[in-house]
């Protein structure tokens, strides 16, 4: 079946715009990851979702960043007064089941940059 | 506070040769551990976890709680082996995933 996918595969804005990067969860999934990768680093948690209730926020940098996930499947990461910092590679990723000892299915990230 | 260390940023082997990637961690707590793996071109996906004992492609690692290390190790390294290792942690029935910098292997012909 189809994996995870996230749109758009590419972003770039202006300092200060609004973006909205989205994931579509492999189906059935009830897990839902948010990630941030910068360039050299390795993935940086952002937020965790159950069904449609975010579990887990503590990674968020700041409250310019929010995610959504109203039905329990497609995911949002909305991010307001976008900064030059901002710029990174956003990863989604899914499990079956609510269960850590699932493995995380992974999409190809969203590339955003920030002029 | 949690935290993942892989001291290594590249590691280049012969084919052939056997292969070890480090990874250290920080954790209070009782912690699970895993590999993941991003060939080239490829989405980032687990490659073994601690948990479940096993090998995968002819590559091992074990939990060592006294020297907080999980090294990743593979007896014979093939060319296909080059990619990006990540080692990850996260606590005991908890979901937030903690990853490492990360380490370039490279097996050479």
């Known amino acids: 079946g189809a994996g995870v996918s996230q749109t758009p595969s590419n972003k770039v804005t202006e300092k200060g715009k609004y973006v909205e990067l989205r994931c579509d969860p492999i189906?059935?999934?009830?897990?839902l990851y948010w990630y941030r990768q910068s360039l050299g680093q390795g993935p940086e948690f952002l937020i965790y979702?159950?069904?449609?209730?975010?579990?887990?926020d503590s990674g968020l940098p700041n409250d310019r960043f929010f995610a959504v996930r109203p039905e329990g499947s497609v995911s949002t990461l909305k991010i307001q007064r976008t900064e030059r910092g901002d710029s990174a590679v956003y990863l989604c990723?899914?499990?079956?089941?609510?269960?850590?000892?699932?493995?995380?299915?992974f999409g190809p990230g969203t590339r955003l940059t920030v002029l | 506070a949690q935290r993942v260390t892989q001291p290594e940023k590249l590691l280049s082997v012969f084919k052939g040769a056997p292969v070890e990637l480090k990874c250290n961690y920080s954790?209070?707590?009782?912690?699970?551990l895993f590999w993941y793996v991003q060939y080239s071109r490829q989405r980032l996906q687990l490659l073994l976890r601690h948990i479940s004992r096993e090998s995968i492609k002819g590559f091992t690692a074990d939990l060592n709680k006294g020297e907080t290390s999980f090294h990743l190790k593979k007896p014979f390294a093939q060319e296909e082996d080059s990619a990006m290792y990540y080692c990850a942690l996260s606590r005991t029935g908890g979901f937030k995933t903690i990853f490492g910098a990360g380490t370039r292997l490279f097996v050479k012909a």
């Open positions: 954790y209070s707590g009782s912690p699970e």
């Open positions: 189906s059935g999934h009830t897990a």
């Open positions: 990723a899914s499990s079956p089941r609510e269960t850590q000892y699932n493995e995380q299915f």
């Open positions: 979702f159950q069904g449609t209730g975010a579990a887990d």
